[in-house]
């Protein structure tokens, strides 16, 4: 044999050697079954199964997939004996590895805890764990040249039933930063890498800085302050030079958060129809009240005036640049006015009588509106014109203006100084809006980026809910019955198997309805849920609209999703805009905004439409190219791997040993641990820490 085999590669005379050895159970088959089993636990927990290769897995799988406990229910496979050893380790030696992590860990990011009397609260110390998290991105030896970009963020989830946290940290954005794992560019959008354009969403590049266990309110942020602090300092004069690593120069720090986080953080904002007197939008000075305002002729934004658009639904941003730029406007135009009229715009405003509202119902009907037209020739219209031309004298007089010419000359030269009071008005609400909240704001607006995942999601659904409402009125009408429970049913039977499934495959898909039954509630779906819908919603449409009568509201609904979902798809798009795509964007914008309030009114219009259709979402894509890599989609990933290490990898605030008292036992500790070692496991220390086991 050995003659036959003296050609052969090793590996190959192995195998015969082994076959002999071991399948034809040369020496017995005991005896084989005996050596063969101790020769391959050796090997699988000495090279394969290791304590530490466990305790990764278990760190960086998803959600939290493998557990303490599952390796010893994997254990029982082998039906040891007492103190006998298995081709798996005991939870109690990777145990043991995690506490060595936790060790290293605590020097070169460690948790502590803070007091607060809102809750349990731990944190990272920021600049360590920052200082790494650049490290492992290959960001640390660039951000100590020149300014690197980083995303911090906010954001409340559950737990479990009645048990909320609240936590901050931040996200990788840079367009250098390097892929740990793959080593490849996080941000590369080549035809060749496809498909890493998306890694920038891994839950894998978020981090945890901090954490309370509480709701999620506005006294809640406070407890954050020093967490805005420390990143305002970064965003003005970087990391300083410290025992920890040398100087680091300022960086770019913005934050993505959702509608309600946002308000918080800025201290303004509310919900759009909540009060008619409260400032809801935190980027504009736009009022409940006003929430279908627009402005016509030289008070248009540039973009209206030179496509054309006759109103111009869109609202100045009040971000530093723009409120220096309005407020050496103001002064220059008010000083300017009051050597012309003689008095302030504000005593003008006060004593004025004559209103420029050109987007009012009744303006052509009011005396009082500069756009008043009579109707006929009755008495009681010559007695209104008669009124309305007096009026035109007195507002030219009070503002120390010509009263000669016709009506119409009058009324031209009057609606001029009003359009230009309205601007000067408008340029005066911004200034004053900027200050409100400012002194208490944590971030500026201009760092405040809205989430897209989180747009989108809410304006499907309130497009959903208004169709649904839509329908269930219609309904009612044609029917001349309160009752919508046939209708509600059919509506279930399409999304159910001809939008969200199929008529072998069908959902259970349920449409919500108020207390009394007879009204659709708010619409609340999942993004995956919500996306679907909007782009199958024509079979819905048209049993909705199917009365001969209802053909011009059926296309209008048509048309209004070609316009919103274009729009929404471009803005997932993970690569830069060009100037092309942003216009090609705001113009689908525009269009799908003026048939929403053809459509449904102000009852349609949120704080995210509200957002679209005036043109914010435009001002943050001029000033960030892509707010894709900005979505809230990895840290609500993160928040869902939190709750699943909270369930499956801790003890969920219990049991910490009989000697451990009441106010040391945790819930956030063990979760924070799994992300301590994750970051750990990420920069490469995990490994070389065991390198030698």
Known sequence: MAVIMSKTRNVTRLKVVCKVLFEMFLFGYDETRFVFHQMARKFVREEIYKPWKILKAMDMSPKGSLNYRGIETLRHVECLQKYERGFLPSSSSVQEKAQRMYEVGQELCPIKQETSPLGEMFSFEYERTVRLILKTFGLHEIAQMTSVEICITLDGAELCDHLNHLTAGVKLVDKRAIDPKTKRPLFTFSEELLGSAFSCQSRNFCFILKSLIGRDTKDAYDAFSDFFKFFEMVRDI??????HGPQLQPMIVLSSQDMS???????TGTGARKNCNSYFCHVCPCNSSDILFFTEGENRCDRCKAKGKEKCYHWHVGDKASIDKFQEMLEREVTEYLDNVGASLDEIKKSSKMKYQPNAVDRYNDVHNID????????DNIEELFFFSSLLTEELKLRNMPITGSLEERREALRNQLVFEEKLHLLKLAVERSEHGKAAALMLIEQAIPCIMHLENRVGEKILTMLLSTGAKLYQERRSAGNIAEYIAQVE?????????????PKQWRVPIKENCQEIASVSLSNTKTRQLMTCLEPLIDYIFQHPDDATARQDWLELLDYYNPAIELLRKPTEFSDEEIEEFQTLVDSFYEKWIKLVGSEGITNYVHMLGSGHIRYYLILHRNLYKFSQQNWESLNE???TTYFRNTQRGGNYGKNTVENER??????????????LWLSGIGDELFKDD
């Open 372 to 379: 008043y037209v009579a109707n006929g020739g009755s008495d």
């Open 261 to 267: 986080s946002l308000w918080k953080c800025l201290k």
């Open 641 to 643: 791997k939190m709750k």
């Open 238 to 243: 970087g990391i300083p030079a410290s025992e």
């Open 493 to 505: 039977r399409i999304v159910s198997t001809r939008i969200l499934g199929t008529q072998w495959r």
């Open 666 to 679: 945790y819930y956030l500790l063990s979760i924070l641990k799994v992300f301590q070692r994750e970051l």
